[in-house]
């Protein structure tokens, strides 16, 4: 089945302690993608990748690392998480950056920060 | 600023009228405009699509329209169904695709 996986799917973290959430997809997408979700807000692009080792900031990257090590993972790296980091994340992934194909996305990871 | 607005946060429709979505955008470039659709707990799926060079797209259900001279789209679906109740996010592409806030449709039984 076609499809992007996040783990996991829920975390709940103290201030300050690294984490990573993974991605990975099994459809051969060269972009990959993650949004933050927050209510009144929508969806907020973090950071893109158009193929492996080529990656750059959306709107709102601050706090975020990412890697692009091999084709199918992506993963979120907060080295530092701070409260204001709880929110929704979804990685998505597509054959281009563009048109109207749309893009796949995970069923999502719901990060707590305390 | 807002490229992409849904300036209605929630809808509620009768079980089998018609619920029509709006959406409007600033930027003349976007190419492809796009409508996702969310329920809790899972993330968004590509519902419709349509191209900049077309007013309108149907597929099943759903149909999108699109007035570039008021930039404005609109998702149509006929008739709302129970299972129709979700978050859907309005998009637009140009060369990123870019997502409004969100309108909760609330069909009603």
């Known amino acids: 089945e076609a499809q992007v996986t996040q783990n ?10 690294k984490l990573t959430v993974t991605c990975s997809q099994n459809m051969n997408h060269e ?3 993650w949004y933050r979700q927050d209510p009144g807000l929508g969806l907020r692009q973090i ?3 158009m193929n492996v080792e080529v990656t750059d900031k959306g709107d709102v990257p ?3 690392k990412v890697s692009r090590k091999e084709k199918r993972n992506f993963p979120l790296i907060l080295e530092s998480p701070s409260p204001n980091q709880t929110s929704l ?3 998505a992934s597509s054959f281009s950056r563009l048109g109207g194909n749309g893009y796949t996305f995970g069923s999502g990871t719901r990060l707590t920060v305390v | 600023d807002q ?3 849904q300036n209605s946060p929630s809808l509620s429709v009768q079980e089998g009228r018609i619920s029509i979505l709006n959406c409007d955008y600033t930027n003349s470039m976007f190419d492809y405009f796009l409508w996702y659709k969310k329920y809790p707990a899972e993330g968004p799926t590509f519902l419709i699509s349509i191209s900049s060079i077309k007013d309108k797209n149907e597929d099943g259900r759903f149909t999108v329209f699109l007035n570039k ?5 609109s998702l149509h679906i006929v008739p709302s169904q129970p299972g129709d109740s979700a978050v859907y996010f309005c998009a637009a ?3 990123k695709i870019i997502f409004g806030k969100g309108t909760r449709l609330h069909i009603l039984p």
């Open chain 1, 47 to 49: 950071y893109y990748s």
């Open chain 2, 93 to 95: 592409s140009d060369d």
């Open chain 1, 62 to 64: 601050e706090g975020y």
């Open chain 1, 89 to 91: 994340y979804f990685c």
């Open chain 2, 3 to 5: 490229q992409v607005k």
């Open chain 1, 31 to 33: 972009y990959m993608s």
């Open chain 1, 8 to 17: 996991p799917r829920y975390l709940i973290t103290v201030t300050g302690k």
């Open chain 2, 69 to 73: 001279s008021a930039k404005h789209l």
